[in-house]
């Protein structure tokens, strides 16, 4: 099956918090996991992707988790502020091109 | 470099219409895919065209097809348009020639049927 599960599908996050958002897929062919983030009016711009053979990936305060055993990957925005405020996705692909299959969103909201 | 542009960014139209929109990919990258965005499905795949062929479809309606030309712009088109078809239609290119290829994205195309 293709599908991929997001969770939470809002999430709201004082300023300096760290945001977590979850993602669970079927398919263990997928092994391509990128995030995507998505501002009103704006297509989704790409944000940090792994690949199954590494169990974590940090790039400034945006840290994808991987869990391969359990099918499982998480995002985790660190020190979050409001510019972070967006909707953001995963997804996975396989060895396919451009076929990417997308979770359902999670909108976060950053207080002040 | 110029990102991914997309035209019309807006068009209204009534069932039983047909629309095309067109997307003009990042120079150099050869492969473009679209996708349609709902708030109840979400991003979903529509097919990717590399170097003019259809490399990638998914699962949607024959209703909805596209073409790419020999300068990667790619074209969609959906006929007999419903209600249901009105969505974000985005496009995104990549370089095409590895999965790990980053898909960069244009603004995308607002379509309301009514």
């Known amino acids: 099956q293709q599908q991929v599960k997001q969770s939470p599908q809002s999430l709201i996050v004082q300023k300096g918090g760290i945001s977590i958002i979850n993602c669970a897929y079927e398919n263990t062919a997928f092994d391509y996991f990128p995030w995507y983030q998505q501002f009103p009016g704006k297509g989704p711009a790409l944000l940090i992707a792994?690949?199954?053979?590494?169990s974590e990936k940090k790039e400034g305060r945006f840290t994808i988790s991987f869990n391969k055993s359990a099918k499982q990957f998480s995002l985790h925005i660190m020190d979050s502020q409001p510019g972070d405020s967006a909707t953001y996705f995963c997804?996975?692909?396989?060895?396919?091109?451009?076929?990417?299959?997308f979770g359902q969103g999670t909108e976060l909201s950053v207080k002040p | 470099k110029a990102g991914v542009t997309q035209t019309p960014r807006y068009l209204i139209k009534t069932r039983g219409q047909q629309v095309t929109l067109s997307c003009s990919p990042i120079?150099?990258?050869?492969?473009v895919s679209w996708y349609q965005q709902t708030p109840g499905q979400g991003l979903q795949f529509l097919f990717e065209y590399f170097s003019e062929t259809q490399r990638n479809k998914g699962n949607f309606p024959g209703r909805f097809s596209g073409r790419q030309f020999s300068n990667s712009r790619s074209e969609m088109n959906v006929s007999t348009l419903e209600l249901g078809d009105s969505a974000l239609y985005l496009c995104?290119?990549?370089?095409?020639?590895?999965?790990?290829?980053?898909?960069?994205f244009g603004p995308g195309t607002r379509l309301t049927v009514l």
């Open positions: 997804a996975a692909s396989r060895n396919q091109g451009g076929k990417l299959i």
């Open positions: 792994i690949r199954p053979d590494v």
């Open positions: 995104a290119s990549s370089l095409g020639q590895s999965l790990a290829d980053t898909q960069y």
């Open positions: 120079s150099g990258h050869r492969s």
